[in-house]
């Protein structure tokens, strides 16, 4: 079973709850509401692995990024 899947059915077991509060309450503590990951943010990422994979992107190593903190 994927995350979707298993949303969908957490998703499935609130909705029997009969109180309006404890289920706004539950949904907004699981994000049911929202996607996975946004289209937006996908379109973020695939241009920088784009970018990296060309090496005109701005990375640097995480260990040496931690040293200048």
Request: aromatic share 6%; no cysteine; proline share 3%.
């Amino acid at each position: 079973m994927n995350i979707a899947e298993k949303k969908q059915e957490i998703k499935s077991e609130i909705d029997r709850i009969d109180d309006e509060k404890l289920i706004w309450a539950i949904a907004r503590l699981l994000h049911l509401d929202e996607p996975d990951i946004p289209e937006w943010h996908k379109q973020i990422v695939m241009e920088r692995e784009e970018e990296y994979n060309k090496g005109t992107a701005n990375a640097k190593n995480w260990d040496d990024v931690k040293k200048n903190l």
